[in-house]
Structures are given as structure tokens and as C-alpha cells.
């Protein structure tokens, strides 16, 4: 699926009055022009690309231009700037726009060159920075308390980064197949074993068996290395993911006008890494799908085969926005450890990890326990 069919690479220009300062109103999350102040936003990515078209008619793999393989490393290239015929050289390593030094153009690059660096479409900045602050200041006013004293002595809420980070969407068109054994409770009554009481059950055990197609829409993962390693940052990981879900159906086709202000990740894996964790996530929706026909099995199902195949599947790349505040929190023995606070910059949900006082936190667990066993003598007292 070509996503950059007639996307332009270079100078933008405001389709009224052809100014070229062009910037995101983060207020919006429409371009604005920087001179007569008229705002418009990008094409929607849905009807660009035809993602509407219905789940059950996926055949084979598609994939956007944006999430196709990534061939090159190279993350250097040079542009001719339109307005003035200067070469400029933009490093899309950490950006994928540059201003010409001569005319002060802001050029950019919108086709998908084949290192990951531009994906099909992208999901503006919504949330403006400042309400951004206001979330993350609330989000660490509450955890106060137990936060360590040279984290809140040093907490700048202002210092936070606004990060396109890149995930891929997903829709999948399946058919799932499981059976297993359920059972059902007829009665439960109590007999006396000697001197005890014990509970049994009868109960009726059926094979159970279901099967049916699963759509999957806009199925939502990352595809930077860094963040799916769970080892390295399992935390930066579990942040993220519950900051989800993303409204992707309101992507944008990718337009390197949005970026201006912010740092953006480059995607560094491709579909068939993460074909695997899409089956996964898959099968996880079938199964939970399944369970709403199975309520008169109360004692519940076991299923001993399950089989999702996949008949076809739609994979865009995409950049998501969010508002990060991060510290690296200085450890006695020298080693460092990058505490996060993420607000989705689409909705504000917001989530992230303090540094704690561990001293304050032991001494408050101590308190409890003592309550605790005070109140558990006076219990026994009493009783
Ligand atoms: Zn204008
Ligand atoms: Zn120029």
C-alpha cells in the first residue's frame, strides 16, 4: 500500500496565503500558519489510505510504505531547497525537518525512506504542554508523600519533552478455532467426614467447542526495540502501555509539519518481529471474545486446543504523541535508574514511576504493623 503516493519532500507552504512557517497548535492539533494564522490538518489516514475497508475482506499481508522492511541505515540526507536552491542536509536519525541556513525555510520529509524514520501517519499533539505540566504535577502531588526528597527537591514538571514514540496498527482478520472441557454445577451440598464438614459438587462436564471469525481494529504496538525489551526498561514499558488506548482512527497521513518542537523514536523493528506478539494479542481477543458465550459452564472451561489462522492482515506505522517527564534517579552505589511520568497527549491519561523514600515507606509499614498488632491483642482480649 503506497502511503506517500503524492506526498511532497521540501517546502510546505500555508494553502492560503503560501507563507512557509508552519507550525502544530497544540491547542487543536491542526497545522497552523504562522503569518495569517489559517489552520488546517493533514488528510485523515483512514480515508487516505482506505483502512475503512472492511476487516473480512483482508486477504494476505498489507503493509504501508511506513512499515515496510528497513534496509538502509543511513539516516543522513540531502534536500535542494526549493525556495532558494541551497542544499540542506537533514539527519533523520532525530528529525526529519531542517531549517535552510540561507533562507530559513523549514524543508521536510515526507516519503517513506526505508529506515524506518517516516511512518504512514501520525496522531497529532492534542494536549498542550502546559496542561501536560499540570497533569504530571498532580500525578506526583498525590505520591508526595512517600517520594524521595531529592526527587521533589528537584522535580521541574516544566522539563517535560513532547516524544512521537513509533508504534505499528494493526487490523487482522482471523478465524479461531478452540475446544476443550466445561463444567457445569448442578448442586453443592455438605457432607461430614468424621469430625469435618466438606463441600461437594455435582456437577455435569461437557466437550465444549467454539469457532468463528475475529476482526481485530487497530490493534496498537510498539515497534521500538528499546521499549519492548522488557528487561532493559520493563517499567518505561508497563508506563507506556497504560497510557493507552490511542484514538489512531483520527491519524493523519504523516506530515513532517507536526513534528516542529518536538523529539520523535525511529522505528528499528520490522513486521515479521512483531508478528509474533500481534498473533499473541490476537488470540488473547478470541479467547475473551469467547468467553461470553460460555456463562453456563460456571465452573468454567478449560481449552486443551486452540487455533487462531490469520487470513488476512493491514499493518500501518505510525507516530503516537506523548508528553514524557523523566529523572534519573542517582543511586549510593553509584548506578542510575530513569523514573518516568507519561501522559498520553490524546486523552491525559497519565501514569508514571517516583523514586521512593524507602526509610519514610519501611517506618510507615512499621506503624501499620504495630496497629495491627495492637488492635489484633486488643481483638483477642476482647474476644
Ligand atoms: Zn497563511
Ligand atoms: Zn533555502
Not at 494553502?15 to 512557509?20: D, E, L, Q
Not at 515496510?68 to 543511513?74: G, K, Q, W
Not at 506530515?255 to 516542529?260: M, T
Given at each position: 500500500m503506497q502511503t506517500d503516493a503524492d506526498a511532497i519532500d521540501g517546502l510546505t507552504k500555508c494553502?492560503?496565503?503560501?507563507?512557509?512557517e508552519i507550525s502544530l497548535n497544540q491547542a487543536t492539533g491542526n497545522l497552523r500558519c504562522g503569518f495569517c494564522r489559517h489552520e488546517w490538518q493533514a488528510v485523515n489516514a483512514v480515508e487516505a489510505f482506505g483502512?475503512?475497508?472492511?476487516?473480512?475482506?483482508l486477504r494476505g499481508l498489507v503493509l504501508g510504505s511506513g512499515a515496510?522492511?528497513?534496509?538502509?541505515?543511513?539516516t543522513v540526507r540531502t534536500f535542494k531547497c526549493?525556495?532558494?536552491g541551497a542544499e540542506v542536509v537533514v539527519?533523520?536519525?532525530?528529525?526529519t525537518q531542517a531549517r535552510?541556513?540561507?533562507?530559513r525555510n523549514t524543508l521536510s520529509m515526507n516519503q517513506q525512506i526505508p529506515?524506518?524514520?517516516?511512518?504512514?501517519m501520525l496522531l497529532p499533539f492534542r494536549v498542550p504542554k502546559d496542561a501536560a505540566v499540570a497533569k504530571i504535577r498532580e500525578f506526583v502531588g498525590k505520591r508526595?508523600?512517600?517520594?524521595h526528597p531529592r526527587f521533589k527537591k528537584e522535580f521541574?514538571?516544566?522539563?517535560v519533552m513532547g516524544v512521537y514514540l513509533p508504534y505499528m496498527v494493526i487490523d487482522v482478520n482471523a478465524h479461531a478455532a478452540m475446544s476443550g472441557v466445561g463444567e457445569h454445577e448442578l448442586r453443592r451440598y455438605t457432607v461430614k467426614v468424621g469430625d469435618n464438614h466438606e463441600t461437594r459438587y455435582d456437577v455435569e462436564i461437557y466437550q465444549v467447542s467454539r469457532e468463528f471469525d475475529v476482526h481485530v481494529n487497530d490493534l496498537t504496538v510498539e515497534s521500538s526495540s528499546g521499549r519492548l525489551d522488557q528487561r532493559v526498561s520493563a517499567n518505561t514499558n508497563n508506563i507506556i502501555n497504560s497510557i493507552m488506548p490511542f484514538d489512531t482512527a483520527n491519524a493523519v497521513r504523516y506530515?513532517?509539519?507536526?513534528?516542529?518542537g518536538f523529539t520523535m523514536e525511529r522505528r528499528d523493528t520490522n513486521v515479521e518481529h512483531l508478528m509474533p506478539l500481534a498473533q499473541v494479542q490476537a488470540g488473547d481477543i478470541a479467547r475473551y471474545q469467547a468467553n461470553s458465550t460460555l456463562a453456563y459452564y460456571d465452573r468454567g472451561v478449560r481449552w486443551d486446543n486452540e487455533r487462531l489462522d490469520v487470513v488476512g492482515q493491514r499493518w500501518v506505522s505510525a507516530y503516537l504523541p506523548v508528553w514524557l517527564y523523566s529523572y534519573y534517579q542517582r543511586k549510593s552505589d553509584g548506578s542510575s535508574f530513569l523514573h518516568y511520568v507519561a501522559v498520553n497527549?490524546?486523552?491525559g491519561e497519565t501514569m508514571g514511576s517516583v523514586p521512593i523514600n524507602k526509610g519514610k515507606l519501611l517506618a510507615v509499614s512499621a506503624v501499620v504493623q504495630v496497629i495491627g498488632m495492637v488492635l489484633g491483642t486488643i481483638i483477642l482480649v476482647v474476644g
Open positions: 494553502p492560503r496565503c503560501g507563507a512557509t483502512l475503512d475497508t472492511p476487516i473480512e475482506q515496510t522492511t528497513i534496509e538502509s541505515t543511513e526549493s525556495a532558494c539527519d533523520t536519525e532525530h528529525s535552510c541556513h540561507w533562507c529506515n524506518g524514520a517516516v511512518p504512514d508526595q508523600f512517600f517520594a521541574a514538571p516544566e522539563n506530515d513532517a509539519n507536526y513534528l516542529s497527549a490524546r486523552t
